[in-house]
């Protein structure tokens, strides 16, 4: 069945420093979702990238887009400590499969 | 507008218990889904209603089920709770649902812990 790998699970990166978590689809996605959870919080949406090889930006966050559709990344710039929680990423193929996200910690 | 709202927010029940949990969509929303949160297993779909209909269907067994209103409310069930389904239950409303391209909003959870 379709599964999405996201790694790595955990990462503790010194502040303004950059962070990257990966997505990998078993399968072709028709598109790809992120979202961010607080700590205590529930996800927040993001982005959406649905063609292939799409890169996006929003400020210091970079999305992109495998140019298979089967994969994704999003690296964060310079990070700060706003940037703490886990990234998710949400592939949508025959269903809706999120990854098992990627803990942020911010050391200051 | 308002967003998504859940009811309860926290919720302690005994094994062998039943337990409904609720979810309004934000106004003018069609689709709800369930997803149930696990530091294990991360996100897992349940299930998603569309206009009072089940579309989508995740691999959990059925002592978890599901309905939709007329008024796009939703409600989930749990029956014969087990200690493995102590989680954070997740809804999120969104236009077209799981098979569009629109944002997923999430609420905030209703978080159930069985004893």
């Known amino acids: 069945g379709q599964q999405v790998m996201q790694i790595p699970q955990y990462q503790h990166v010194q502040e303004g420093e950059d962070f990257t978590t990966y997505c990998n689809s078993s399968t072709t996605l028709s598109n790809i979702q992120w979202y961010k959870q607080r700590p205590g919080g529930h996800p927040v949406f993001l982005i959406q990238?649905?063609?292939?090889?799409e890169v996006k930006k929003q400020k210091r966050l970079t999305f992109q887009f495998g140019e298979a559709k089967k994969n994704s990344s999003l690296h964060i710039t310079a990070t700060q400590t706003t940037d703490v929680g886990t990234y998710f990423c949400?592939?949508?193929?025959?269903?809706?499969?999120f990854g098992k996200g990627t803990r942020l910690h911010i050391l200051p | 507008k308002a967003g998504v709202t859940q009811t309860p927010r926290y919720l302690i029940k005994t094994r062998g218990q039943q337990v409904t949990l609720s979810c309004s969509p934000i106004s003018g929303h069609r689709s709800v889904s369930w997803y149930q949160q696990t530091p294990g297993q991360g996100l897992q779909f349940l299930f998603e209603?569309?206009?009072?209909?089940?579309?989508n269907k995740g691999n959990f067994p059925g002592r978890f089920s599901g309905r939709q209103f007329s008024n796009s409310r939703s409600e989930m069930n749990v029956s014969t709770l087990e200690l493995g389904d102590s989680a954070l239950y997740l809804c999120?409303?969104?236009?077209?649902?799981?098979?569009?391209?629109?944002?997923?909003?999430f609420g905030p959870g209703t978080r159930l812990t069985v004893l």
């Open positions: 949400a592939g949508r193929g025959d269903k809706i499969i």
């Open positions: 999120a409303s969104s236009l077209t649902g799981t098979v569009g391209l629109d944002t997923q909003y």
């Open positions: 209603y569309f206009s009072e209909t089940q579309r």
């Open positions: 990238l649905v063609k292939s090889g």
